[in-house]
């Protein structure tokens, strides 16, 4: 064999290790690795443990939501009131938590407890209508989920007439906003809580199989013996949960009830679960993966502040980091395909 046959042989190899590597882990490590050396050379503050442990904590939030939206895009669909669903949740929960402090001032504790109730219980009925469209009446998820982005935020603006809502115990901001265990925020303790719990639910029992089921196929799903309809209800009740608990966490942080907070939150969590390799064809994602893309859109995010770059070109770099993981995830299947053959 002669030296250039073995070159073209050792860069075949090479190509199709790539190939392998590529389909495996998706594009997420590839922009992790590159994210963390542009971001480095641009801020000596960027790989500091204070800042990191900052991009964590920014990035509870989003986290939440996007585990919800894994959920919505395993089945085959979407949800684009997660937004709404947020503020929503932040705008009744603030008004309950403050009335209710106001009628009892020494009951500090019940009120945040009623609060977070109220303000998770209206959030999640976001998702049960969304649910009830998608499943029962068959309407695209890209529509109903629209619609409910509409009308609850017009819902939201009409409870506070658009002025921000105060009057929050101070525990209640003071616990789940700024409180710390071992140098740890609080909010991350409950998203960590969430991901275990999902992880449990969705690869130790059959029901968490059933939305791969669903969004894999879902004639054969329904063929099989598989409740696709009620499926389908419970993944847009969860979504809006996992949005709704978001949401209180944020008006714990920010210490007021906004109407406007969580816009973003539909860009930002179909991108971090793209990213992660959650495939908008349905069947396809890992939770653990999900984890990381929230993260990497913090990360990203934090790196931009700190090279300061203008929020409004950051809006520009999430809209392209988007499509460059739609386009990797149509790569990859063709990826997929060629190596089967």
Do not use: H, W
Not at 179 to 199: E, H, K, N
Not at 252 to 270: C, H, K, Q, V
Request: hydrophobic share 55%; glycine share 12%.
């Amino acid at each position: 064999m002669s030296g250039s046959s073995k070159t073209a042989q050792a860069e075949g190899g090479g190509a199709i290790f790539l190939k392998r590597l590529f389909v495996k882990l998706g594009i997420l490590p590839f922009l992790l690795v590159i994210a963390v050396i542009v971001f480095t050379l641009m801020s000596d503050n960027f790989l500091t443990a204070r800042n990191l442990m900052n991009v964590l904590r920014q990035s509870v939030y989003l986290m939440i939501v996007s585990l919800g939206q894994m959920l919505a895009l395993l089945t085959g669909g979407f949800d684009l009131s997660v937004g709404t669903t947020l503020a929503l949740a932040s705008v009744v929960g603030a008004m309950a938590m403050a009335a209710f402090y106001a009628a009892f001032p020494e009951m500090a504790g019940l009120a945040i407890a009623v609060g977070c109730l109220a303000g998770i219980s209206a959030g999640t009925m976001i998702g049960a209508v969304n649910g009830l469209g998608v499943a029962f009446f068959n309407v695209s998820p890209f529509m109903m989920s629209l619609g409910m982005a509409s009308v609850g935020f017009g819902i939201a603006l009409y409870l506070t007439g658009g002025v921000p809502v105060y009057g929050m115990p101070v525990a209640f901001g003071d616990t789940f906003g700024f409180g710390m265990l071992f140098g740890i925020p609080a909010p991350v303790y409950v998203a960590g809580l969430l991901v275990l719990l999902l992880y449990l639910f969705l690869y130790r029992t059959p029901q968490g199989r059933y939305f791969y089921a669903v969004g894999g196929n879902l004639k054969a799903a329904s063929l099989s013996g598989i409740n696709t309809t009620g499926t389908l209800f419970f993944t847009y009740v969860l979504c809006a949960f996992f949005a709704a608990v978001a949401g209180m966490l944020l008006t714990a942080r920010l210490d007021t009830g906004e109407a406007n907070i969580g816009a973003s939150m539909p860009l930002e969590s179909i991108a971090a679960c793209v990213i992660a390799g959650v495939s908008l064809r349905g069947g396809v994602g890992r939770l653990e993966n999900v984890v990381l893309g929230a993260l990497f859109i913090g990360l990203v995010q934090n790196g931009m502040n700190l090279a300061r770059i203008e929020s409004y070109l950051q809006t520009v770099v999430l809209g392209a980091l988007l499509i460059l993981a739609v386009i990797a995830d149509q790569i990859r299947l063709r990826y997929v395909a060629s190596l089967k053959d």
